[in-house]
């Protein structure tokens, strides 16, 4: 058997993209609530009020950091745009539907994430929301009624919106101590529930969505590397706090990875590829660790940046590394020197990349890569021997429902069988050690980079399309078949 007893199979989501119910329960605004749809060509963007003149308007969310905002002006939701989040695809109404789906595929393991201001409204107030905190009793109950064990993002892209306008966001340090305490109020709450919980989705993601990743408007290299710093204190203080509360509990790091490919063989081009992969490394050289590598506190001094750190920082962070390394890897990213004389990817991250060309992309640039898993799975199982779990894989599609409810998505199998044959190698071949899969956006949901409906991940199909019509009735696609039988043979069955 190439996976271990109790292997976590299921599937992932993120609040801010399949929860809805945005201004429910006394849930406050976070700060995805403030995107816009976009699309492959248009990007989705961030909207805001002058507090001053009551002048409305938008900015790009990947470029609000660099442009920054008129003092005046603060991010909100205003009206005359749509954003896809405020219903998503309406978890928040119709979960026990959705985990029995889950339960019916076989779910052993269900990744979502926590809302933070559905906990605490603004992030900084006095005590936790208690409608929001009894959402979440429900879910889990949910959940363990069809055996199913949640892991817990405390914060994918929805750090609340008053933290980001009072504070600047993650730049500040007193989100430390916000973060921790929502984290406690958590853990405290559904101990005996929640045995597994992430800290930062896609953590590296502070360098290139910087809004998304840290609230921030700021996108100097300075803010980036203070969020980050903050972010990983908080992550080990998170550690500490669950060894407190329940020592059956396990904080992992989430970080986007995928193995950067060299397109030719010209040293230089190989290089490259060393110092991209650095890019995503570093981060979890310190989170899991423990401890800012040569080439991260190299690359600060040359730019100049100097962190604001606490007394006992360091020392924090290497006594509470993360007890395992999570990632999302979708395919290998491809990096040349001639990068100008090539064809660049598209996608949504792909800035600096170049078109594999023995690789198959799908509409939105993602390629389909057979052996992406195996590859990460190895350089991060080598470098720091921890457990790993791949907590999101997968590829997004305009799935076509048939009338009679039917989904033919042979292209999302043929995705994941390779992907998951990659996984087995990696685990029967080359011994590494592997907790679980969840494959991404297991029920339709909105996408993150382009905020539309139509990029589909999902299992199940939901009736939802890019202008929030469609009567979010859900039907199995092919694929959700496919997975049942996956799950039933323990990953022996992948035809
Ligand atoms: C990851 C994010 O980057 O990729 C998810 O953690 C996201 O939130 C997923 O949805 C897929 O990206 P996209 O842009 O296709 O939704």
């Known amino acids: 058997m190439p996976f271990k007893e109790g292997f976590l199979w299921g599937g992932a989501t993120a609040a801010n993209q399949y929860e809805g119910g945005w201004d429910e329960g006394g849930k406050g605004p976070n700060a995805s609530d403030a995107m816009t749809n976009g699309s492959h060509t248009s990007p989705r963007q961030v909207t805001w009020r002058d507090t001053v003149t009551g002048e409305t308007g938008a900015v790009p969310v990947f ?73 979440y009793d429900a879910v889990f109950d949910e959940c363990a009624k069809h055996g199913i064990e949640p892991l817990v993002t405390l914060s994918h892209y929805e750090t609340p919106l008053h933290l980001v306008n009072a504070y600047g966001g993650w730049k500040s340090r007193a989100l430390i101590d916000l973060f921790v305490r929502y984290a406690e109020s958590v853990m405290k709450r559904y101990r005996g529930k929640v045995r597994y919980y992430l800290t930062f989705n896609e953590i590296n993601m502070m360098s290139m969505g910087s809004f998304m990743a840290g609230g921030l408007i700021d996108g100097s290299p300075e803010a980036k590397a203070q969020g980050a710093h903050n972010q990983f204190v908080a992550s080990a203080l998170t550690v500490k706090a669950a060894r407190a509360i329940d020592p059956a509990i396990k904080v992992g790091q989430m970080l986007a990875y995928s193995p950067v490919y060299p397109y030719s063989a010209d040293p230089a081009d190989d290089l490259l590829a060393m110092e991209r992969q650095h890019e995503a490394l570093w981060y979890a050289d310190v989170q899991v660790g423990g401890y800012y590598p040569s080439y991260r506190l190299k690359e600060m001094e040359r730019r ?192």
């Open 63 to 135: 470029t609000v950091c660099e442009q920054g905002l008129a003092e005046s002006r603060e991010i909100a939701v205003v009206d005359g745009y749509y954003y896809p989040s405020h219903v998503a695809t309406d978890f928040y109404h119709r979960y026990a539907e959705d985990i029995a789906l889950m339960g019916e595929m076989g779910f052993k393991c269900f990744r979502l994430s926590i809302n933070w201001a559905r906990i605490f409204p603004n992030g900084d107030d006095a005590e936790p929301c208690e409608d929001g905190l009894a959402f």
């Open 304 to 495: 100049g940046i100097e962190l604001e750190m606490g007394r006992d920082d360091l020392e924090l962070i290497s006594t509470y590394p993360a007890d395992f390394l999570s990632f999302s890897c979708y395919g290998g990213s491809t990096v040349s020197v001639r990068q100008q004389e090539l064809e660049a990817a598209s996608g949504n991250l792909a800035l600096g990349m170049v078109k594999n060309p023995y690789l198959e992309a799908n509409a939105w640039g993602w390629a389909t890569d057979p052996y992406c898993l195996r590859i990460a799975l190895n350089t991060l199982y080598e470098r720091y021997r921890k457990p790993l779990w791949i907590v999101e894989n997968g590829i997004g599609w305009a799935d076509e429902k048939e009338p009679d409810g039917s989904v033919h998505d042979a292209y999302r199998i043929d995705y994941l069988r390779k992907n998951i044959q990659s996984m087995k190698d990696a685990v029967e071949i080359d011994g590494v050690d592997l907790m679980g899969y969840t494959m991404w956006g297991c029920i339709d949901l909105v996408s993150a980079g382009t905020g539309e409906m139509r990029k589909r991940y999902g299992l199940v199909y939901v009736d939802r399309d890019d202008e929030g019509n469609g009567t979010l009735e859900r039907s199995r696609k092919d694929s959700f078949f496919w997975y049942q039988k996956v799950i039933a043979t323990n990953g022996e069955d992948l035809d």
